[in-house]
C-alpha cells in the first residue's frame, strides 16, 4: 500500500502547489480560460480512508480514460480530504472553492456531508457541484440544490429488492438493524423496511450506533433471541469490528446487509473469520461479479490502472467514476465552455443519459439519478475469495421507489424513528 | 438483566483494555515527568509489528510479544537518544514527543495502509464460554482472557515496584528525583527503564486491544485520548489509580452505549469535568 501514503502527500502537496497557482492565476488570469480546475473531495481521513481512496481511484480512473482533456480544455485535478463529517466537509470545500477557485467539484463521500455540501452548493450557484457517492437521500429530495448533480443513486434506492427477498425467499419475519447514526443508514434501513414491512416482516428494534464506534458488544447484548436475522448497515473498519464481535459472542443469526457491509474492502479484510458471510444477501449500485462485459471492461480497466488497489471496484470508485464520467460528457456536449455561471454546462449535465458499466443512467427533475439496482448474496469464488453474485437486477430505480412522489414525500424524511413497525 | 450483567462486564474487560494502555503512560509521566503524547503511536506501532509477527509465524502469542519487545526497544531508543537531551524541559519533551506520533502514523500508514488488520487469537481463547451462574449466557472468551491478563500486569506492575530495587528506586524517583540521584542511583539507567517498560506495555496493548477489536489508522490517537483521560481522572503517576479511572471510564462508555447511544460519548467528558473541577489530582494522585 505504498500508493495510500502518496495519495496523502500529494493531497497536501496539492494544497501547496494549489495555494501557489492560486496566487499566481491573480497575475495572470488568461492561464485559467485553456484549462479546467476540477475538486476532488473524499475521505482521506478517518473510518472511511480506504473508501476515500477508492472513490479518488475512481474519478481519477474516468479523467484517465479522457486524457484529462474535456471539451477541448486540459483538466486539472485538485484533491481534498475530509473526514466524513459535515463540518470537514465543508472546510475541504471552502477552500477548493474559494481558494483553489475550482471549476467544478466532485464529493463528498459520505451521507451527512452531502446534505451539507448541498446547502454549500446554494451559496456558490456559479460553481457546479457533481455529488461523489454520499447517499442520504434527502441531499436530493427535499430542498434540493439547482446547481448539485447526483449521477449516483441514493441510500434508499440501493436497498431495492432487498427488503421483498429477505421477507419473502429467505422467510425472514423479524429482523432488528444495527446502523451507523447518521443520514446515509437512516436512508438505507429506510429503504429496506419499505418492502420489508410491506411485505409482512417486522423489525423489533433499531440499533444506531457513533461512527468510528470499535466497541459493539453492548449493543450486541441488546439482540434479542427472538429474532430471524440481523440487518446491518455499517461501512469499512465498523462493520469488520461488529462481524468479528457478534461471531466471538456466539451470535449465529444469520445477515441482511446493508450496501456498503459486504463491499469489497470489507470481503477483503484481513482474518480468517469471514464463513459467517456466506448467504448474506444485499443490494446496491454495484456487484462485483455481474457478467457483463461493460462491467468487466470496467474492472479490468480499474484493475490495471491501480494495480495496488482494491481487488474490485468498490461501490465508492462506481460513483465517482460516474461522476467523472458525466462530467466529462458535460463538458464535451458544451465544448468547454464555462461561461454565464456555467449555465450552459449544467443544462448538459441535466438532460445527460450515460451508458455505464451499470447499465443506463438518467437524471430526474431534481438532479438524482435513476439507475438500475443490484440484488446480490455472498458466494465463495476462486482463490478463497468471497463475492457478491448477482440475483436479480432491479431496472431502472426512481428516487421514490416506484412510488407516486406526494405519497412517498408524505413518508416523511428517514430518521432513527421513521419508518416503523415493530 | 441479562443486558445489564453483560454491559457491565463489557465495560471491565473494556477497562482492562484501557488500563493496559494507560499503565504505561502514567508511569511514565509519575517518574519523568515527561507526557509522551506518542503513547498512542507505540500502541498502533505494537499493534502493527504484532500482527506481522503473527501473521508470518502463525502463532498469536509470539504476536504479543513481539509488539511488546518492538516498542520496549523504540521507547528505549527514544529516551537515550532524544528524551535525555532535553532534561527538565517539560515542555520541550512533549511537544517532540507530538511531532514523533505525527511521524510514526505517517509512516505506518505508509507501510501497512489504511485496511483494517485483524488478529486470529488462538482456538482456545477466540468463541464464547458460558457464563456461570446463568441460563444459557455466552460471553467471548477472548474478552475474559484480557481481563485476566490485565489483572495479572496490575498485579506484576505493582510488585515491579513494590517489591524489586528498581521499583523501590522508580518510587523513590516520583517522590524526589535530586534526592534519588543525590544517594549514589543511576538516574538515568532508571529513567531508561522505566520508559522501556513503559513503552512495552503500549506495544503489549496495541496487541491484546487490537485483537479485542481491530486495527486501523486513527487508534493512535484514540487510545492516547483514552489514556490521558484515564489518567487525568485517576492521576497523573499512580497506577492504582490509573486502573480505577480505566475501570469508571470503560464502565462508563460501555453504559453510555447501551443505554442511550446517542449520548454515550459525553458521559466519558462529564466525568473528565467532574474530576476536575472537584479533584483537580485525579482520584488516586496527589498534590504535586
Known amino acids: ?422 | 438483566m441479562k443486558q445489564f450483567i453483560l454491559t457491565t462486564l463489557n465495560g471491565l474487560t473494556l477497562g482492562a483494555l484501557y488500563f493496559l494502555v494507560a499503565s504505561g503512560f502514567t508511569l511514565v509521566f509519575g517518574l519523568m515527568r515527561n507526557v509522551n503524547l506518542a503513547h498512542g503511536a507505540l500502541y498502533l506501532l505494537g499493534a502493527y509489528v504484532g500482527w506481522t509477527v503473527a501473521d508470518k509465524v502463525e502463532y498469536w502469542l509470539l504476536g504479543v510479544a513481539a509488539g511488546f519487545a518492538a516498542t520496549a526497544v523504540l521507547g528505549l531508543g527514544l529516551q537515550l537518544l532524544i528524551f535525555r537531551r532535553m532534561e527538565g524541559q517539560d515542555l520541550r519533551q512533549t511537544m517532540v514527543t507530538i511531532g514523533i506520533s505525527i511521524v510514526l502514523a505517517d509512516l505506518m500508514l505508509w507501510f501497512w495502509g489504511g485496511e483494517t488488520y485483524q488478529f486470529t487469537p488462538p482456538e482456545v481463547i477466540d468463541g464464547s464460554l458460558l457464563l456461570p451462574f446463568t441460563p444459557n449466557w455466552r460471553y467471548p472468551s477472548y474478552r475474559i482472557a484480557l481481563l485476566v491478563a490485565a489483572a495479572a500486569i496490575g498485579v506484576g506492575l505493582w510488585l515491579f515496584l513494590n517489591r524489586t530495587k528498581v521499583g523501590m528506586m522508580i518510587r523513590a524517583g516520583v517522590d524526589d528525583r535530586a534526592m534519588l540521584a543525590a544517594s549514589g542511583v543511576n538516574v538515568q539507567r532508571v529513567f531508561a527503564i522505566t520508559f522501556m517498560v513503559g513503552a512495552g506495555l503500549a506495544g503489549f496493548a496495541g496487541v491484546v486491544g487490537g485483537t479485542a477489536l481491530s486495527i486501523a489508522p486513527g487508534e493512535d490517537v484514540r487510545y492516547l485520548l483514552a489514556s490521558l483521560i484515564v489518567v487525568i481522572v485517576g492521576g497523573l503517576g499512580s497506577i492504582t489509580g490509573a486502573a480505577v479511572g480505566a475501570l469508571i471510564i470503560g464502565l462508563a462508555e460501555q453504559y453510555g452505549l447501551a443505554y442511550s447511544p446517542t449520548y454515550g460519548a459525553v458521559y466519558t467528558f462529564l466525568i473528565l469535568v467532574a474530576a476536575l473541577a472537584l479533584r483537580p489530582q485525579g482520584l488516586m494522585g496527589r498534590r504535586a
Request: proline share 5%; aromatic share 8%.
Open chain 1, 1 to 422: 500500500m505504498v500508493r495510500s501514503i502518496w495519495g496523502v502527500r500529494s493531497v497536501r502537496g496539492a494544497f501547496l502547489a494549489a495555494t501557489m497557482l492560486a496566487g499566481l492565476s491573480i497575475a495572470a488570469p488568461a492561464q485559467a480560460a485553456d484549462s479546467i480546475k476540477v475538486g476532488g473531495l473524499a475521505t482521506l481521513e478517518g473510518a472511511f480512508t480506504v473508501l476515500g481512496q477508492d472513490g479518488l481511484r475512481g474519478l481519477e480512473l474516468a479523467l484517465k480514460e479522457a486524457n484529462y482533456t474535456a471539451g477541448g480544455k486540459k483538466i486539472e485535478l485538485v484533491k481534498g480530504s475530509s473526514d466524513a463529517t459535515p463540518d470537514s466537509a465543508i472546510r475541504a470545500a471552502r477552500k477548493l472553492v474559494e481558494q483553489d477557485k475550482v471549476d467544478i467539484l466532485v464529493g463528498p463521500l459520505s451521507g451527512d456531508e452531502g446534505v451539507a455540501m448541498r446547502d454549500f452548493a446554494k451559496t456558490h450557484p456559479n460553481v457546479t457541484f457533481i455529488n461523489g457517492s454520499s447517499a442520504a437521500q434527502d441531499t436530493t429530495l427535499r430542498n434540493p440544490a439547482p446547481n448539485f448533480y447526483r449521477f449516483n443513486t441514493d441510500g434508499v434506492q440501493w436497498a431495492a429488492g432487498l427488503g421483498d427477498y429477505s421477507a419473502k425467499t429467505k422467510g425472514y419475519k423479524r429482523v432488528v438493524t444495527v446502523a451507523e447514526d447518521y443520514g446515509f443508514p437512516y436512508s438505507q434501513v429506510m429503504g429496506f423496511m419499505l418492502e420489508f414491512c410491506k411485505a409482512g416482516g417486522k423489525v423489533a428494534d433499531k440499533f444506531w450506533v457513533p461512527i468510528g464506534n470499535k466497541d459493539f458488544s453492548s449493543i450486541i447484548a441488546k439482540i434479542p433471541d427472538n429474532i430471524n436475522a440481523i440487518y446491518v448497515a455499517l461501512g469499512g473498519a465498523d462493520a469488520t469490528n461488529f462481524l468479528t464481535q457478534y461471531e466471538q459472542s456466539g451470535g449465529d443469526k444469520p445477515m441482511i446487509a446493508g450496501s456498503i457491509t459486504v463491499d469489497q474492502t470489507v470481503l477483503g479484510a484481513k482474518g480468517k473469520r469471514r464463513s459467517y458471510l456466506i448467504g448474506t444477501p444485499s443490494a446496491g449500485p454495484i456487484a462485483d461479479t455481474w457478467d457483463d462485459a461493460k462491467w468487466k471492461q470496467f474492472v479490468a480497466d480499474y484493475k490495471k490502472a491501480f494495480p495496488d488497489g482494491l481487488p474490485s471496484p468498490s461501490l465508492f470508485a462506481h460513483a465517482y467514476y460516474l461522476a467523472g464520467k458525466a462530467m466529462v460528457a458535460g463538458l464535451n456536449e458544451v465544448k468547454g465552455d464555462l461561461g454565464d455561471g456555467e449555465k450552459k454546462f449544467q443544462a448538459a449535465l441535466a438532460k445527460l443519459t450515460m451508458d455505464t458499466p451499470t447499465g443506463k443512467v438518467s437524471l430526474d427533475k431534481n438532479r438524482q439519478a435513476v439507475a438500475d439496482i443490484f440484488l446480490t448474496e455472498v458466494v465463495e469464488g476462486p482463490n478463497n475469495t468471497l463475492m457478491n453474485k448477482v440475483v436479480k437486477v432491479i431496472p431502472q430505480v426512481n428516487q421514490t421507489m416506484g412510488m407516486d412522489e406526494a405519497e412517498f414525500l408524505k413518508l416523511g424524511p428517514a430518521s432513527r424513528d421513521n419508518p416503523e413497525c415493530r
